[in-house]
């Protein structure tokens, strides 16, 4: 007996902009900034927390120093786990 895609528990799909958003951090190796995500790629603040509880995707905050001020950058990363999410 083979199950579709829509038999499937919902918890276990991934909806689209989650699978866009994580697709688009599986093809940056050093993560996105998460700023860049919300004002370009207009992810919600919301959605991209989700993922990070969900273990889908991981925060790493870097401080970064010019010759000015220092700055404070948050990138998201796809773990592992949001790997397999976009295979299956």
């Known amino acids: ?3 579709s895609q829509s038999q499937l528990p919902r ?3 991934l ?6 958003a994580l697709q688009l951090l599986a093809s ?3 993560g996105v ?3 860049l995500l919300v004002l370009a790629h207009e992810f919600s603040r919301d959605m991209l927390a989700g993922l990070v509880l969900a273990g889908l995707a991981t925060v790493v905050a870097e ?3 010019a010759d000015g001020p220092t ?3 948050e990138r998201v990363k796809i773990t592992d786990a949001g790997r397999r ?3 299956g």
């Open 85 to 87: 999410a976009i295979e």
């Open 1 to 3: 007996m083979r199950i």
């Open 28 to 30: 940056s190796p050093r």
């Open 71 to 73: 700055i404070k950058i």
């Open 63 to 65: 401080t970064l120093t």
């Open 15 to 20: 909806a689209g902009e989650r699978r866009r």
């Open 11 to 13: 918890e276990r799909r």
């Open 33 to 35: 900034a998460a700023e």
